[in-house]
T-cell receptor, first 115, second 116 residues
Framework: AQTVTQSQPEMSVQEAETVTLSCTYDTSESDYYLFWYKQPPSRQMILVIRQEAYKQQNATENRFSVNFQKAAKSFSLKISDSQLGDAAMYFCAYRSPNTGNQFYFGTGTSLTVIP | ETGVTQTPRHLVMGMTNKKSLKCEQHLGHNAMYWYKQSAKKPLELMFVYNFKEQTENNSVPSRFSPECPNSSHLFLHLHTLQPEDSALYLC???????????????FGPGTRLTVL
């Protein structure tokens, strides 16, 4: 089974600054899908951004962008102009097109935003 | 109601009780999922239903019993649970399983389960 590693259990960032959350994964497949999900305290997990492996261009959604390095099997999330509402657990996830719809999640990074 | 809803939001039960968790999705999806979320561990996929048919059962103990009567509703029946089963149980839904699309999952708020 694929494994997803988030090596930063906790991160903090000053409001309005930029922070990067790291994610690496282990796979032998050439095509797959990657996701970042956000889970605010006591609130629902929501999708932040997604990337398909064969697309070389890094995905961007407003203040959120990814740095996808396929050869390094790295999928980091950059949050620019951090806001208090960005405080949450962030989960990286991998989906293989060959194993049904099973998602593999990392252990998460808890992001604190300092006013 | 929109999105994915779960009831109850909190549940405390003894080891001899029988209870059920309910999930409902209002997104027109055809696949539904149960996950277990424990602190400092990756989300654990428990069950997958695609068009009401169970397609995944990731070695889940039989004290957890899923039921999917239609594409909009999913239940998790619980009986004779153990304290280590205490966790946040998340329901999710997506479009029908397809290899060639994102199939991102939409999550409910979860049920916080405590087994005494």
């Amino acid at each position: 089974a694929q494994t997803v590693t988030q090596s930063q259990p906790e991160m903090s960032v000053q409001e309005a600054e930029t922070v990067t959350l790291s994610c690496t994964y282990d796979t032998s497949e050439s095509d797959y899908y990657l996701f970042w999900y956000k889970q605010p305290p006591s609130r629902q997990m929501i999708l932040v951004i997604r990337q398909e492996a064969y697309k070389q261009q890094n995905a961007t959604e407003n203040r959120f962008s990814v740095n996808f390095q396929k050869a390094a099997k790295s999928f980091s999330l950059k949050i620019s102009d951090s806001q208090l509402g960005d405080a949450a657990m962030y989960f990286c996830a991998y989906r293989s097109p060959n194993t049904g719809n099973q998602f593999y999640f990392g252990t998460g990074t808890s992001l604190t935003v300092i006013p | 109601e929109t999105g994915v809803t779960q009831t109850p939001r909190h549940l405390v039960m003894g080891m001899t009780n029988k209870k059920s968790l309910k999930c409902e999705q209002h997104l027109g999806h055809n696949a539904m999922y149960w996950y277990k979320q424990s602190a400092k561990k990756p989300l654990e996929l428990m069950f997958v239903y695609n068009f009401k048919e169970q397609t995944e059962n990731n070695s889940v103990p039989s004290r957890f019993s899923p039921e999917c009567p239609n594409s909009s509703h999913l239940f998790l029946h619980l009986h004779t649970l153990q304290p280590e089963d205490s966790a946040l149980y998340l329901c999710a839904s997506s479009q029908a399983v397809s290899a060639s699309s994102y199939n991102e999952q939409f999550f409910g708020p979860g049920t916080r389960l405590t087994v005494l």
